[in-house]
């Protein structure tokens, strides 16, 4: 009956104007955007791009009732007066489809591409369809010459089906996408066209062929070292290990991902991707030759404050000036300036921890306040029990329970008692002792040197934190099954006592660096979610509502993990160079993934779990927080909040019943391979959501986004702001506390900032620490924050439309309130005395070196 209204609208045939608007594959290199864009938008017309519309409404009866397919049609001259949006690097072609009678209304499109070079699609709409009106559909795809495929290009309309409810026409078409998607039949290497997302083991990391001393275990597929599944690429084996996959050679980056999950929206994308290559490939093959021949101490803070204000001197060696010669980006070209003709500098810009005071740093409450309101503020527990005890095995480690005492710790609480403090809740515990001291003896035997620390602090009247006490315990010597041996350090702010204090906070902080980095941050937020990226594509539809709800929030997150595994956590890579656990790091971020939790990863659930909070149902966040001035929390509970309301706002549009969800076969084949696949090691756990109801496929969905967005967001884009300052946060140690009597000891009583500075993170170190933190710290120009989309039209459920205004303006809500509570001088813990407000979780942010911002998804 629709064909035959369609027939008599259009009669026996009639034209239906369009727009489709790409960017070439040249227009996303570093070029100029102008000349480009008018140098190639004559070589689009003609016949090399062809575009046939799909009906949803009518079958062809000879094609197995698949969508009619209309006739070719190609892109024509811009309909516009001028070429649209050109700043972008966008063009804008006009289209003219011809509808014959019977073709029913158009839900897919087929595009083929007969240029030998891709180019990015970004959307195409059909003006003013009869009968139906405006249609557009939200391609953002790179699409490649049709050799490359052995399957046509389908974009379908932003409308939403839920599987049970597609046109019967679009059926054959959403379920062969998701097929090519899946790519199960796919046995080879893959190439940057193929569009196969799959699953793999972290087999990666090691370069066994090159040298034994490369070789690292195989993460995931085993209860010893379980592990989130990432992209498969399809390598070859190592020869030396065949359950390790090989790598590509060290100086190529460009490691497999789907080609649209690949940066390359904008510049500034490309900018940042290439930054880290350049780092990997240019910077430390040059630290490496260096760092056994040139010193690798700072000598002051002078020399520290020198990579602000002046600039470091690199060492003066061949390698260095073939590394000014060689390196291909401004960002880092800019950095590196000759000096007085001999040497080359590094400049960096000031870290906002020292913008307002250069030492307030060293304090007992900026130390303590950064475990609450800086990068890594998501350690912190309340003591439950004193002293604090271990869970490792003692028949393995022996006694590893803590020997902080009453004694040690009473003099720094307020006339309390160890009881009563921690009766009254006002004892707190950042504890790195069980997940270091397996690993200790192994990473000592290295160039660090490094002890598992405890830090006890005291919750003063005014809501501010007291260290009380620092414990460093190291294995025994006569083996780890002997227990721990451990010393006790309280505050001192004179002499050597005072010296031997500042120490001991510096090892704890390195113990937070590489906590943060791999647990905190790594493992955390880029791996744990890359499962579900991979998950989304493979089973959920373009065309099913959860996928345009969740696909934002992997944008770009598989490349930069891809990235990651072949230049920053690889073997000898950028993170083992100079950060402590050197080649251990991953094997230590695999040993803390046993004890992950998914439902754990929600915020109130996650602060419960640490102490932070009790339940509170009569509260609008429901529930009451340990500290009342912890701004990650405080902030982190209004942005929860507001993802929890969107998501169910959203997901009722779509399940008005709970059997909707039960007989969603893709929905639930999505979780159960997130699940049983994506987090195979961990599919026995009793705690993974039942999906079998609109509570609970929130609770999925908000979970996924708050991880991928807003924790993401605060655990990262601090790092440069509070890390920039080496000494705020030293990445390694290379020496253990002086003993008395020794040389070092006599030295701490003369020098102390001397001393600490030969036990931190040296010069060569720093240099490419501080220049990777920079870069994972910036904002790129195309950001997408939380609440946005990339387009307007990304559904066209107007319901959906409007409930994220909703969420948008709710967060620009909570943007005002978390201004409002950093000026508020009661607050003390939202900026210290070092004038550091605490912005991080500040939903919007410009461009650039910000410490504020969240943006959709973990894009660097």
């Given amino acids: 009956m629709i064909g035959n209204i369609i027939g008599n609208i259009f009669g026996p045939g009639t034209k239906v104007k369009g727009h489709v608007v790409l960017m070439d594959k040249n227009v996303l290199d570093f070029n100029d955007f102008g000349a480009t864009v008018l140098n190639t938008i004559q070589d689009f017309l003609g016949q090399q791009v062809s575009l046939q519309l799909v009906s949803a409404t009518a079958g062809d009866p000879n094609n197995g009732n698949r969508g009619v397919v209309g006739e070719k049609a190609y892109l024509e001259p811009p309909p516009f007066p001028t070429i649209h949006n050109i700043v972008a690097g966008e063009m804008t072609f006009g289209v003219t489809f011809h509808v014959?009678?019977?073709?029913?209304?158009?839900?897919?499109?087929?595009?083929?591409?007969?240029?030998?070079?891709?180019?990015?699609?970004?959307?195409?709409?059909?003006?003013?369809?009869?009968?139906?009106?405006r249609i557009h559909f939200d391609c953002n795809s790179w699409v490649y010459n049709v050799g490359k495929y052995t399957y046509d290009r389908v974009f379908f309309s932003n409308d939403s089906y839920l599987p049970k409810n597609t046109p019967d026409p679009l059926r054959p078409y959403r379920e062969e996408e998701l097929r090519h998607l899946r790519g199960d039949d796919v046995n080879r290497k893959l190439e940057e066209w193929d569009r196969v997302y799959n699953y793999a083991y972290y087999n990666d990391l090691g370069n066994p062929d090159?040298?034994?001393?490369?070789?690292?275990?195989?993460?995931?597929?085993?209860?010893?070292?379980?592990?989130?599944?990432?992209?498969?690429?399809?390598?070859?084996?190592?020869?030396?290990?065949?359950?390790?996959?090989?790598?590509?050679?060290?100086?190529?980056?460009?490691?497999?991902?789907?080609?649209?999950?690949?940066?390359g929206h904008l510049k500034m994308s490309d900018f940042l991707g290439n930054s880290i290559k350049s780092l990997a490939n240019s910077l430390l093959p040059v630290l490496q030759a260096a760092f056994d021949k040139t010193p690798n101490t700072f000598n002051s803070y002078e020399d520290v404050f020198q990579l602000y204000e002046g600039g470091l001197p690199l060492p003066d060696i061949p390698q260095v000036k073939a590394l000014i010669q060689a390196i291909p980006l401004e960002l880092l070209k800019s950095k590196l300036t000759p000096a007085n003709g001999q040497r080359s500098f590094?400049?960096?810009?000031?870290?906002?921890?020292?913008?307002?005071?250069?030492?307030?740093?060293?304090?007992?409450e900026e130390f303590a306040r950064e475990m609450l309101a800086g990068v890594n503020p998501v350690i912190i527990e309340r003591l439950k029990v004193f002293p604090p005890a271990s869970e490792l095995d003692s028949a393995l480690y022996g006694d590893q329970n803590s020997k902080i005492t009453a004694a040690h710790i009473e003099k720094n609480l307020d006339g309390h008692t160890a009881e009563e403090a921690l009766s009254s809740s006002r004892l707190f515990i950042i504890d790195y002792h069980d997940a270091l001291m397996p690993y200790l003896g192994r990473i000592n035997s290295t160039s660090s040197k490094v002890y598992a620390t405890r830090t006890l602090l005291f919750l003063k009247e005014d809501d501010t934190?007291?260290?009380?006490?620092?414990?460093?315990?190291?294995?025994?010597?006569?083996?780890?099954?002997?227990?721990?041996?451990?010393?006790?350090?309280?505050?001192?702010?004179?002499?050597?006592?005072?010296?031997?204090?500042?120490?001991?906070?510096?090892?704890?902080?390195?113990?937070?660096?590489?906590?943060?980095?791999?647990?905190?941050?790594?493992?955390?937020?880029?791996?744990?979610?890359?499962?579900?990226?991979?998950?989304?594509?493979?089973?959920l539809s373009a065309l099913h509502p959860i996928n345009k709800l969740l696909l934002p929030h992997y944008r770009d997150t598989m490349n930069i993990n891809a990235l990651a595994r072949q230049a920053l956590i690889n073997a000898g890579g950028i993170i083992e160079f100079s950060v402590f656990p050197s080649k251990y790091a991953m094997e230590i971020s695999s040993a803390v993934y046993k004890g992950w939790n998914f439902v754990e990863q929600a915020l109130p659930a996650d602060l419960i779990k640490r102490g932070m909070a009790v339940e509170d149902l009569s509260?609008?966040?429901?529930?009451?927080?340990?500290?009342?001035?912890?701004?990650?929390?405080?902030?982190?509970?209004?942005?929860?909040?507001?993802?929890?309301?969107?998501?169910?706002?959203?997901?009722?549009?779509?399940?008005?019943?709970?059997?909707l969800i039960q007989n969603d076969k893709e929905l639930q084949a999505w979780w159960n391979e997130s699940v049983q696949i994506g987090h195979g090691d961990k599919k026995s756990e009793p705690w993974w959501p039942e999906l079998n109801s609109l509570p609970a496929l929130v609770q999925i969905c908000s979970i996924i986004i708050w991880v991928a967005s807003a924790m993401h967001a605060a655990v990262n884009f601090g790092q440069y702001p509070y890390g920039g300052y080496l000494p705020n946060r030293p990445s390694l140690s290379r020496r253990f506390m002086p003993e008395v009597g020794t040389e070092d000891y006599e030295q701490l009583k003369k020098n102390p900032d001397k001393v600490l500075l030969k036990t931190i993170t040296g010069q060569l170190q720093a240099i490419l620490e501080l220049s990777v933190i920079e870069i994972l710290s910036t904002h790129a120009s195309d950001e997408v924050y939380l609440g946005?989309?990339?387009?307007?039209?990304?559904?066209?459920?107007?319901?959906?439309?409007?409930?994220?205004?909703?969420?948008?303006?709710?967060?620009?809500?909570?943007?005002?309130?978390?201004?409002?509570?950093?000026?508020?001088?009661?607050?003390?813990?939202?900026?210290?005395?070092?004038?550091?407000?605490?912005?991080?979780?500040?939903?919007?942010?410009?461009?650039?070196?910000?410490?504020?911002?969240?943006?959709?998804?973990?894009?660097?």
């Fill in 619 to 659: 509260s609008p966040t429901k529930v009451g927080l340990a500290i009342k001035d912890y701004p990650y929390a405080v902030d982190g509970l209004a942005i929860w909040s507001a993802i929890e309301s969107w998501v169910a706002e959203y997901c009722s549009i779509y399940y008005p019943d709970d059997s």
């Fill in 465 to 539: 934190l007291r260290p009380v006490a620092i414990e460093l315990s190291l294995p025994h010597p006569e083996g780890q099954q002997h227990g721990a041996v451990s010393t006790v350090y309280t505050p001192a702010d004179k002499g050597v006592d005072a010296a031997i204090w500042q120490l001991a906070k510096g090892f704890v902080t390195v113990n937070d660096y590489g906590i943060h980095q791999l647990i905190s941050h790594w493992l955390r937020t880029h791996a744990v979610i890359e499962p579900f990226v991979i998950s989304t594509n493979r089973n």
């Fill in 788 to 860: 946005e989309r990339p387009s307007k039209e990304w559904t066209g459920d107007e319901k959906a439309v409007e409930a994220l205004k909703r969420f948008a303006a709710s967060l620009k809500v909570v943007e005002q309130k978390i201004a409002g509570l950093n000026a508020d001088l009661s607050l003390k813990n939202r900026g210290g005395s070092v004038k550091l407000s605490y912005t991080l979780l500040s939903p919007y942010s410009e461009a650039g070196l910000t410490g504020k911002g969240i943006p959709n998804s973990i894009s660097i």
């Fill in 100 to 133: 014959k009678e019977g073709e029913g209304i158009p839900g897919a499109v087929i595009v083929k591409n007969s240029h030998l070079a891709e180019f990015f699609l970004k959307s195409i709409t059909v003006d003013d369809f009869p009968g139906k009106g």
């Fill in 210 to 263: 090159k040298s034994s001393d490369l070789a690292r275990p195989v993460l995931g597929g085993s209860s010893e070292h379980p592990y989130p599944r990432r992209g498969k690429t399809g390598r070859a084996p190592t020869k030396t290990d065949r359950k390790s996959e090989s790598r590509l050679n060290s100086l190529d980056l460009d490691i497999y991902v789907p080609r649209d999950e690949r940066f």
């Fill in 346 to 364: 590094l400049k960096l810009p000031v870290p906002q921890i020292i913008q307002v005071d250069k030492w307030t740093w060293k304090s007992d």
